[in-house]
C-alpha cells in the first residue's frame, strides 16, 4: 500500500509541471495564455516578460511580448486592458484550434461560428469574445477582446508563421 501511494505522489509530482505548461499555451471564451481581460500593464509584464510598448492612433497603446508571440491592448480612458491577441501555434483551445490551424479545422470544431466579412470575402469568424483571422486557409491569429474593440485590431495584428 505504501509502494502505491508513493507512486501516485511521484506521478502526480511528474504531472503537475505538465498540466501547468499546457495551461498556459489554452485559449478559452475568457482567456489567452493564461491571461485574462482587464488586467494592468504590469500584470502582464510580470506573466510574460520583456515588453515593447507601442503607442497607436485612437487612443490605443500596444505592448508586444515578442518571445511569447502574444499583444496586449489598452485603450485611454477603459481600465485594464481591452484585447490580448496570439500568433502564437501553441496556443490552442480544447478543440486544439488556435494560430495555424487550418480553416477547415476550425469550421468542423466550430460550425456556428459567425464570419466577419470584408466585401465578400470572409476575412475572420467571431466565437463569443474570441476572433479567429482567416484571411488564407489557415488562422493566423487569435483575439480576445471586449465587445467594443474591432476585429481589425486582429487583422493588422501579427500572424502565425
Known amino acids: 500500500m505504501r509502494r502505491?501511494?508513493?507512486t501516485a505522489i511521484a506521478a502526480?509530482?511528474?504531472?503537475?509541471?505538465?498540466?501547468?505548461?499546457?495551461?498556459?499555451?489554452?485559449?478559452?471564451?475568457?482567456?489567452i495564455?493564461?491571461?485574462?481581460?482587464?488586467?494592468?500593464?504590469?500584470?502582464?509584464?510580470?506573466?510574460?516578460?520583456?515588453?515593447q510598448l507601442g503607442r497607436l492612433e485612437g487612443g490605443y497603446t500596444r505592448l508586444t511580448f515578442k518571445k511569447r508571440h502574444i499583444e496586449?491592448?489598452?485603450?485611454?480612458?477603459k481600465k485594464?486592458?481591452?484585447?490580448?491577441?496570439?500568433?502564437?501555434?501553441?496556443?490552442?483551445?480544447?478543440?486544439k484550434v488556435g494560430p495555424c490551424a487550418t480553416v477547415a479545422a476550425f469550421k468542423r470544431a466550430y460550425p456556428n461560428a459567425k464570419p466577419f466579412k470584408q466585401g465578400t470575402r470572409v476575412v475572420a469568424y467571431r466565437l463569443g469574445r474570441l476572433i479567429f483571422t482567416?484571411?488564407?486557409?489557415?488562422?493566423?491569429?487569435?483575439?480576445l477582446a471586449t465587445p467594443a474593440v474591432s476585429p481589425y485590431v486582429a487583422l493588422n495584428a501579427p500572424e502565425c508563421r
Open 33 to 51: 495564455g493564461g491571461a485574462n481581460l482587464h488586467g494592468s500593464k504590469r500584470a502582464y509584464i510580470k506573466q510574460w516578460g520583456r515588453v
Open 4 to 6: 502505491l501511494v508513493l
Open 72 to 77: 496586449v491592448y489598452f485603450k485611454k480612458g
Open 80 to 95: 485594464g486592458a481591452v484585447a490580448i491577441v496570439t500568433w502564437d501555434h501553441r496556443d490552442r483551445t480544447l478543440d
Open 134 to 143: 482567416a484571411e488564407s486557409k489557415r488562422i493566423g491569429d487569435v483575439m
Open 12 to 31: 502526480l509530482l511528474v504531472a503537475a509541471p505538465a498540466l501547468a505548461a499546457e495551461r498556459t499555451f489554452r485559449i478559452t471564451p475568457i482567456t
